[in-house]
T-cell receptor, first 113, second 115 residues
């Protein structure tokens, strides 16, 4: 079992729709959860971090965490073609700084006109 | 805030030569920096964790004598690929953690091509 699992996609959504990206993790001791966006040929960019169960909203992005189910998701509202990218889920065992992240393999999102 | 730079952004070298890549945190101090490698269409692979003032911690399977890491200051870490070969051609990306939490901010990456 992979430590962090994501559906590789591609996930295709029409412009203006809600894109839902999912991630499961195997280490029940994980405490920190992140979503990164990576455009083709570029490095990852942090878009959301979440540490507590529930929802966290930032603009068009909402991260959802359920530690009991070991599940974290990212919702993108009003999807735009510029959201087309690979989204990486990452987890860490603690909340303190300096700890390495374990990344999933990413979900490719395509937002179609 | 939390800006990380890398230099060079791309490099082409001959087989057998060594290449140094610099990673700098521009607006914060980073006790810990991380080095990743990414092959086309694949996910990030953590190579090593770079700690200021101490030896780097390498991931299993990464040759520490081939990938030399030096974290000499709180804003600079370097990765030297020694005796590079075509199979070392890849996208090398560093990240840094400004604290106090685990967010990592990535540099723009260095694309290495070994001929």
């Amino acid at each position: 079992q992979k430590e962090v699992e994501q559906n590789s996609g591609p996930l295709s959504v029409p412009e203006g729709a809600i894109a839902s990206l999912n991630c499961t993790y195997s280490d029940r001791g994980s405490q920190s959860f992140f979503w990164y966006r990576q455009y083709s040929g570029k490095s990852p960019e942090l878009i959301m971090s979440i540490y507590s169960n529930g929802d966290k909203e930032d603009g068009r992005f909402t991260a959802q965490l359920n530690k009991a189910s070991q599940y974290v998701s990212l919702l993108i509202r009003d999807s735009q073609p510029s959201d087309s990218a690979t989204y990486l889920c990452a987890v860490a065992r603690s909340t303190g700084g300096g700890n390495k992240l374990t990344f999933g393999t990413g979900t490719q999102l395509k937002v179609e006109l | 805030g939390a800006v990380v730079s890398q230099h060079p952004s791309w490099v082409i070298c001959k087989s057998g030569t060594s290449v140094k890549i610099e990673c700098r945190s521009l607006d914060f101090q980073a006790t810990t920096m991380f080095w990743y490698r990414q092959f086309p269409k694949q996910s990030l692979m953590l190579m090593a964790t770079s700690n200021e003032g101490s030896k780097a911690t390498y991931e299993q399977g990464v040759e520490k004598d081939k990938f030399l890491i030096n974290h000499a200051s709180l804003t600079l870490s370097t990765l030297t690929v020694t005796s590079a070969h075509p199979e070392d051609s890849s996208f090398y990306i560093c990240s840094a953690n400004p604290g106090p939490y685990n967010e990592q901010f990535f540099g723009p990456g260095t694309r290495l091509t070994v001929l």
